[in-house]
């Protein structure tokens, strides 16, 4: 069973561009969590998805940031007109449709680097 | 608002100590503890996790434990060695919400030959 993937694991953008990361959950998986890593810093929660439904968006940036993880195919990430600001680590996590309240670990993925000149 | 912090930011330490990692948290509502461990440029490994009603877990060289009336776990490594040089971090889920991971800033540790 394939860990969490996630690519590309290196982006390098110009300041003005579109930045798309994708993440593929492990097989089984339907809840996609979406985490932002700034230098020396620890992960920010970003945005909580299920299959087609964005669940929580607290974490989200108001402008320029969306996220969707539709039917079929993984979930992506886009900024829109990146800015250095934007240069970060962005991990996802995913895990497991469970009937408890909550569900419990999440399996993280390797990450992407995205590089703003 | 939940925060966590830990302590120290970093450590440097001899192969073979017992060393003790901590992480505190402002609101006891939460609904578990984990602990990750994080290489440089990789993912994170998640280590162990404590649910609430839960007091401490172990895992090998490991033990976290969980005091939620203080607001603090503590991850044990015993005998540490080389390879267990990354960044710890420790993370919380508050209850009543979403699973999303509010984390610390995490510990870097270095442990030398």
């Known amino acids: 069973n394939a860990g969490v993937m996630q690519n590309p694991r290196h982006l390098v953008r110009r300041r003005g561009q579109e930045a798309r990361l994708r993440c593929s959950p492990m097989?089984?998986?339907?809840?996609v969590y979406w985490y932002r890593q700034l230098p020396e810093e620890g992960l920010k929660f970003m945005v909580y998805?299920?299959?087609?439904?964005?669940?929580?968006e607290s974490g989200m940036p108001k402008e320029r940031f969306s996220a969707e993880f539709p039917k079929e195919g993984p979930s992506i990430l886009r900024i829109q007109q990146v800015v250095r600001g934007d240069s970060a680590a962005y991990f996802c996590?995913?895990?497991?449709?469970?009937?408890?309240?909550?569900?419990?670990?999440?399996?993280f993925g390797p990450g992407t680097r995205l590089t703003v000149l | 608002k939940q925060e966590v912090t830990q302590i120290p930011a970093a450590l440097s330490v001899p192969e073979g100590e017992n060393l003790v990692l901590n992480c505190s948290f402002t609101d006891s509502a939460i609904y578990n503890l984990q602990w990750f461990r994080q290489d440089p440029g990789k993912g994170l490994t998640s280590l162990l996790l404590?649910?609430?009603?839960?007091r401490e877990q172990t895992s090998g060289r490991l033990n976290a434990s969980l005091d939620k009336s203080s607001g603090r776990s503590t991850l044990y490594i015993a005998a540490s060695q080389p390879g267990d040089s990354a960044t710890y971090l420790c993370?919380?889920?508050?209850?009543?919400?979403?699973?999303?991971?509010?984390f610390g800033a995490g510990t870097r540790l270095a442990v030398h030959p």
């Open positions: 996590a995913s895990s497991p449709f469970t009937a408890a309240p909550l569900p419990d670990t999440q399996y």
């Open positions: 998805l299920q299959k087609e439904n964005i669940i929580d």
């Open positions: 404590i649910q609430s009603s839960q």
């Open positions: 993370a919380v889920v508050l209850s009543g919400g979403y699973n999303k991971l509010i």
């Open positions: 097989k089984g998986h339907s809840h």
